[in-house]
């Protein structure tokens, strides 16, 4: 009696990560602004030859940026470790409860 009181057993729970959606990605929140910042002139790029319009990129975005090579525009998810899932360990009572919960739906 006394070791089964004692005792304490968990199950793992794995889910979509909240962070990134389950991804596994996250995006740069510097690119955010980029696109915030130009997104008038980004809608307007299709309109010119491909030549211009990657001149016209390079100069917005070395704008921004302060130079050509820029910074990547996703980051491996920190939460998650780019896996996309997260793994929580949860009471067994818990868990058995919250599938009986799910058996007895319709
Ligand atoms: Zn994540």
New binding site residues.
Partial sequence: MMSSNSTEYYVIAVGP?S??GGT?Q?QNPEWTDFYKKYQEELETLHRYTPHESISRWNKMTEDFFGTLDTPPETYE?Y??EGT?K?ERRVPLAEALAALAVREVAP
Avoid: A, P
Wanted: with cysteine.
């Fill in positions: 990560c962070e990134c596994g996250v998810c939460e998650c996309g997260i």
